[in-house]
């Protein structure tokens, strides 16, 4: 995928043909794809098990769009139906955020059909479950009770330990004040992002994304994350719908980034792959207006992070677990990190992404969208050496969270799921084991068994609470609405970026003392204006711009 946007345009019709149903040998198929002979003896031995003791698989695309990395993995191998919305659900009644837009919209182009599709409703599903103890709702999500919730089960009812949640990534979130919850069930199941069955049938082209970006522009791609508090890392989101609480101005979106994204726009091809959360929630149209001289990646066209990883000359990311897709799927390209707490930083800077393997840079303590330009141009200045040293650093980093991962990750998954469904039957429990035979032939990791995966590293120490809540109670610090000047320059104080900050040594500044001088003058910029149309505008929404 490297260089593949400088491919010359007269190769254009033949782009177009990426966004078609992919037939079985053909990139992006994830519904039942080439596979070697010792899978497809292991997909025929599962078939087998299903036929004869009654297991039946429903995936709940009932949620948000991280669903297709994080669950629909499994399908090649364990076969079943795909649960989608019908006009039966009301949006207003189910838990906030679990289902806001159309992920469903990405079948077709993933290789799935009307036939692998049944109409979701509360009362299909309860029936399904109830008409046997081995037929299985898989879901995502990793908390069970969520899942469960919308179709109207609660803990102790009947069918509700026939719903699987597996967990939607594994990445830092719980130690930037995020998702707890990841960190206790990160020895679950292993996770199915990085399997090579996606690798292997990801799409020649990024649909629909790779046909907007001009040859022979160095391409920007950055991974965003969603708001779930004011401390999170998130710099470009519009925050979730109806949130019950408010962060100071300039939280996200930040003035800096957002300018300097327009501002590399003009000299860049710049990606931007929304959260899909916040995609759902808030449309495209929204985000066009934020960032009108940008091209919104849409996950629906079947492109993976690491997919758009591999048309990037650097990535621009922050905390998600499609960051560390990206890692994996572009080892050699430079990263620009951005992060919100530079004192938690430093409590916690071996546990997270840090300046070995990636430019550091705070966006709340810099000047302007210059210093966020610049930290963009730093990164893509490191040489081979430098790249050798944040390669190394990354594999441990990505092993720590991931555990050992060698591709066939959904193989393993599917063991021990069928190994819950054998408790109680010697027969069943036989025919698992011989299952676990065949993977031994082309796999050297071991299925193992609930909990013995790799726990996420958390942080023990007093450094980090105390950060956190310093951190919080700091007042807003000034000049952090400023643009980019006349020859797009300002200014940057420290800890805006770690290597910067030990290259040129400023002196750090005080939380709420004055910012530098000429600070005032830029900052009678406008502030950065929130497009009006940020609100639920429909699941229909589609950009115009460049081929949307």
Known sequence: LKGMHRTPRKAAGRRLQCCRRPSNHSSGNWRDGWIGRDQLDFRHA???????????????????????????????ILPGQVLVPTAAFDVGEWPPGIMSGRPQDGLSVRGFREADTVAASPAAVRAFLAAGPRHLVLATGGIRDWAAEK??????QPGFEQIVALAHGADEDHLWGGDGSKARRGSGLPP??????????????ACGTERCLVPGLPTVLYLASTLD???????????????????????????????????????????????????????????????PACVLDDYRRGSTAGDLAG????????????????????????VVYLLRQPELYDCIRE?????????????????????????????RSGGPALRARQRLAR???LRSYLGDLDGFEEYRVVVRLLRRLAAGSDIMAREVAGLEAVLARFSRIPAGSDGDGPRLPTCRGECCTSAAVRVAREPPQPGLTEGLGERGETSSPAHASVSAARAERPPRRPAGHPAPEGAALRARRPPLRVPASATPDGSEERTRRRGF
């Open 311 to 334: 048309l990037a000359d650097v990535v621009v990311a922050e905390p998600s677990a499609a960051t560390l897709a990206a890692l994996l799927g572009a080892a050699d390209v430079p």
């Open 46 to 76: 599962v078939q087998r098990i299903l036929a004869a003791f009654g297991v039946r698989v429903w995936y709940d695309l009932c949620s948000h769009g991280y669903a297709w990395e994080h669950l629909m993995p499994l399908f090649h």
């Open 395 to 397: 594999a441990a980093h």
């Open 351 to 379: 546990l997270v992404l840090n300046e070995s393997m990636a430019e550091v840079f705070f966006p709340t303590h810099a000047n302007g969208s210059a210093a966020f330009v610049r930290a963009v141009a730093r990164a």
């Open 192 to 205: 199915l992002a990085f399997t090579r069955y996606v690798r292997q049938h990801r799409r020649q082209h």
């Open 229 to 291: 508090s004011c401390l999170s890392p998130a710099f470009v989101t519009l925050g979730p719908v109806g949130a019950p609480w408010a962060c100071r101005p300039g939280t996200s979106p930040n003035p800096a980034v957002v300018r300097g994204l327009n501002h590399l726009a003009r000299s860049h091809n710049v990606v931007v792959r929304l959260h899909p959360q916040d995609l759902e929630e808030r449309g495209f149209r929204a985000y066009q207006e934020l960032l």
């Open 151 to 156: 179709w109207g089960l609660r803990r102790g």
